[in-house]
């Protein structure tokens, strides 16, 4: 949702971070995110940072407090469902516990206990309010959330119809005492598949084909989505929605279809797996998934006792286990119902021909549960013929111990190890790392350096025959002494560490190796010595301290204000180090101190001319929080910020455009220590001009 439609535009801020090569909007939500395009913001910070999801198919709305999906007419080709929820058992209870979802994990976007109200539109009548009931009666057939007619109650979902489009807010929303829209307009409701999944996004659910996971299942083709349709495909980042390991869903009734806002009649949405491509955006309800999704999401089982529920099933309100079935009409069975795995209790005496789905097995009275034939075990929830249990590697869990002559494909050398069900070497041979199987130790000489040759087994004269070694009992292998580096199998002095990034494989040598260049510390990825980035960096081939201008944490102000000029800063004394490309032109600051007061680095006067402005600048920085703020009224100032903990001990290249559509602007950059200890800053070189 373009938040620019509800407040206006005052400026635009973009922040391009080299280092990760993408482009970093600031919204005025909150929020940061990836995007192509520079974005309109307004001045003041929105309180509800999670507006704002989809494409606009309708005026947007004015509600404001939580994420809207639009969704566009699309024909899912399904037909009308003729069933009904009346025979269907009610599975789910209700439960006052709620937990975070697949969707916002913030607790306000919840509804409280599950219980959504709402209201219907006279606009929506006849066959067409017949289908909402329905979507509504599976909610209530399948899940723990309860739609009620709302009496009194002040947040509550209005269903209505003014024109077009299909969509509703993702969550309840955060504004207090006030209705929130899901909107129905027309072909909305030629079935209830639609319905049911705007109902899911005003319980909190996004799309699942925007899972964090998406990409291992289906690829979007946004070349060929329509313009204002791109957000709807959007992929949620994992620190934002939970899936509960819920596996990604083609049947699920919030994916998409294959051309769902396709603006060239060609795929949006290709599923990896060929023949997913067919099941996408078909659902006709909930999908086994989904209703796992909502169970989990609004913790459903809360209050039940804990359930040894078969492989992939889950546990429902009513405390039962629900397993899937093969219909997609009504897509949960009662596992207790049913007998599908061995050694369940599935109360298979009440039934005839109970144990027919598990295959070798005959239904036991005592236990309820099909117990697999004689000369059959219970081997990966099927009833396997012991004699064909083989094992083909070592260390897996083969279940070796139920068939004698498990290992013996593995390695002739190799037997099954009872306690852990998997085939291991036997005494006198180890794992041969290299080629797999068992290795007869007795039988690999050491005589080359970091050669894997069991020498821990061999001996203390094991790695005599490798000189200036001595026995790794780590990896098993002839080690180069301290001062020696291994090359083609033989142990070579280490040379002297006399330059900065010169190859000397200091990581080989002593701890004082790096001692004859001060300041500087062995690189064990490089084996070079290299200025400690903590406190210096390099500048002609020494290590030279990285921070001249000492504050104590005092608020220091070394550019003060100035009138309009070439650079739009002051000047200063110094020298910059000229990267980036930006031209020398003595703006710096290089400050450290121990404290927690603000550090107010540079300011610029206002600036009358309206367009783009360009900042440059390197950053590094230790403990502390800079800001890029702007202002247009010297008041409300919004603002970028570039924040660490710990520490980026390399220069960093920041780039700020700020599209300026008020005569008057003013550009500040800000140093704020994290925490009350030691902080250190260079900003080396800046460069602002107006660059359009």
């Known amino acids: 949702m373009n938040l620019t439609v509800l407040f ?30 520079e974005l309109n913001v307004h001045d003041q910070k929105n309180p509800h940072s999670h507006l704002a999801e989809g494409d606009i198919m309708e005026p947007e709305p004015e509600e404001a407090g939580s994420e809207v999906v639009y969704e566009e007419d699309n024909d899912k080709s399904a037909v009308k469902s003729g069933s009904t929820v009346n025979d269907k058992k009610r599975r789910f209870r209700r439960s006052n516990r709620l937990v975070k979802r697949n969707a916002y994990k913030s607790e306000s976007s919840r509804w409280t206990g599950g219980v959504i109200p709402y209201i219907i539109s006279p606009t929506i009548a006849g066959d067409e309010l017949d289908v909402l009931y329905e979507a509504i009666d599976d909610f209530h057939a399948y899940t723990c959330l309860q739609w009620i007619e709302r009496t009194s109650q002040t947040r509550y979902v209005n269903i209505t119809r003014t024109g077009g489009g299909c969509w509703s807010w993702v969550g309840m929303i955060s504004e207090s005492n006030q209705p929130q829209t899901l909107h129905l307009g027309t072909n909305c409701l030629n079935d209830k598949s639609t319905p049911v999944h705007e109902m899911m996004h005003a ?16 690829t979007i083709n946004l070349d060929n989505v ?38 060239n009649n060609q795929n949006t949405i290709v599923t990896l797996d060929s023949n997913a491509q067919s099941v996408i ?42 397993c899937k079935s093969d219909s997609a009409e009504d897509p949960v069975l009662n596992c207790g119902e ?11 005496s009440e039934r005839t021909d109970s144990c027919s789905a598990v295959s070798n097995s005959a239904c036991s009275g005592s236990s309820g549960a099909c117990e697999c034939d004689s000369g059959y075990v219970n081997h990966n929830k099927e009833c396997t013929l012991i004699s064909s249990i ?64 069991f020498c821990s087994q061999k001996g203390s004269d094991a790695c005599s025959a490798v000189s200036n070694s001595q026995c790794n009992a780590e990896t098993d292998s002839c080690s180069c002494n301290v001062g020696y580096y291994s090359s083609g199998g033989v142990c070579i002095t280490a040379p002297d560490c006399t330059a900065l990034g010169a190859g000397c494989f200091c990581q080989h040598q002593a701890a004082d190796a790096c001692d004859s260049l001060v300041f500087s510390l062995c690189d064990s990825e490089t084996g070079a010595c290299e200025c400690d980035t903590s406190a210096y960096r390099e500048e002609a081939g020494q290590c030279v301290e990285a921070f001249n201008y000492v504050s104590n944490g005092e608020d220091v102000y070394p ?86 903990a710990g520490s980026i001990s390399y220069f960093y290249k920041r780039q700020m455009v700020i599209t300026a559509n008020w005569s008057d602007l003013k550009v500040k950059i800000k140093v704020e220590p994290v925490q009350d200890r030691a902080w250190s800053v260079a900003i080396d070189p800046v460069q602002m001009k107006h660059c359009s």
Not at 8 to 23: A, M, Q, R, T
Not at 208 to 213: A, T, V
Not at 338 to 348: F, T
Request: with cysteine; proline share 2%; glycine share 8%.
């Open 8 to 37: 206006g535009i005052l400026f635009c801020v973009s922040f391009v971070e080299s280092k990760e090569s993408i482009d970093v909007v600031i919204s005025e939500a909150g929020g940061i995110k990836t995007h192509q395009d």
């Open 203 to 218: 319980a909190g659910v996004f799309h699942q084909h925007s899972r964090p996971d998406r990409d291992s299942y289906v």
């Open 226 to 263: 329509q313009a204002n349709a791109v957000d709807n495909f959007d992929i949620k980042d994992a620190d934002d929605v939970v899936t509960y390991d819920i596996p990604y869903s083609y049947e699920s009734v919030m994916h998409y279809g294959s051309k769902y806002f396709s603006k």
């Open 281 to 322: 955006g078909k659902s006709p309800t909930f999908s086994f998934e989904d209703i796992e999704l909502l169970t989990n999401m609004y913790n459903c089982a809360a209050d039940c006792p804990a359930a040894n529920c078969p492989t992939g099933a889950f546990q429902g309100g009513d405390c039962n286990c629900y």
């Open 338 to 348: 049913v007998c599908l795995e061995p050694d369940y209790d599935c109360a298979c």
């Open 390 to 453: 083989t094992c083909t590697e070592l260390a897996v869990d083969c279940k070796c111990h139920l068939n004698t002559d498990a290992c013996e494909a593995v390695d002739a050398n190799s037997e099954c190890n009872s306690d852990s069900g998997s085939c291991s070497c036997a005494s006198g041979f180890e794992v041969d790392q290299i080629n797999g199987g068992c290795l007869d130790t007795a039988g690999v000489t050491c005589d080359e350096a970091d050669k894997e040759c």
């Open 559 to 644: 550019f003060s204000e100035s009138a309009e000029s070439t650079t739009y800063f002051s000047s200063s004394s110094g020298t910059d180090n000229g990267a980036f490309g930006i031209d020398s032109n003595g703006l710096y600051l290089h400050a450290s101190g121990t404290g927690n007061g603000d550090v107010s680095a540079f300011e610029s006067d206002w600036l009358t001319k309206r367009g783009k402005w360009c900042i440059n600048y390197g950053i590094k920085l230790n403990n502390v929080r800079v800001y890029t703020m702007y202002t247009y009224n010297g008041v409300n100032w919004g603002h970028s910020s570039l924040y660490t």
